[in-house]
């Protein structure tokens, strides 16, 4: 049995919207093992300057990225669709071991096979230091809230 991950390929803005907030969800629990099943056990990865392959080293990536970025909270919005590629714009906000905050801003460009799990993800991110009182991403931790602001409505 083939197992799926949907929504699948071709995507359309509805479908491609779900699969930006299903990662957004993922991304928020904190957890490698969760988010790194949802790619390819092959899949490639550009990280900011770091290229890895693979489940494995993505679940290592994500451990210690958040060893390292306390308090995350994620946001992400779709930017654009075709076929078997999205493309999202993202703000993240963290803190650093000696309570700096941080706004991380970014875009990802992901490629589907056609089971829906991601092939390629090509990240972009830029890290600017905020004050804590700067802060807009204020849930408690895990999957952000349906009626929390997006990006879009942070003017971000």
Request: hydrophobic letters at 40%; aromatic letters at 12%.
């Amino acid at each position: 049995m083939v197992m799926t991950r949907p929504p699948l390929p071709p995507f359309d803005l509805a479908t491609a919207t779900q699969k930006a907030r299903l990662a957004e969800d993922a991304w928020n629990s904190r957890d490698p093992a969760r988010v790194s099943q949802a790619y390819t056990p092959d899949c490639r990865w550009r990280n900011r300057a770091e290229f890895v392959q693979g489940r494995a080293a993505i679940e290592a990536l994500l451990t210690r990225k958040w060893r390292r970025e306390r308090d995350y909270r994620l946001i992400k919005e779709i930017w654009g669709f075709r076929e078997n590629r999205i493309a999202v714009r993202f703000a993240y906000e963290w803190r650093d071991a000696d309570d700096g905050w941080f706004r991380s801003y970014g875009n990802e460009n992901w490629e589907f096979a056609e089971d829906g799990l991601m092939r390629r993800r090509i990240a972009s991110i830029n890290d600017a230091p905020i004050a804590e009182q700067d802060r807009l991403f204020h849930w408690p931790l895990g999957r952000r809230p349906d009626d929390h602001p997006s990006l879009s409505e942070f003017d971000l």
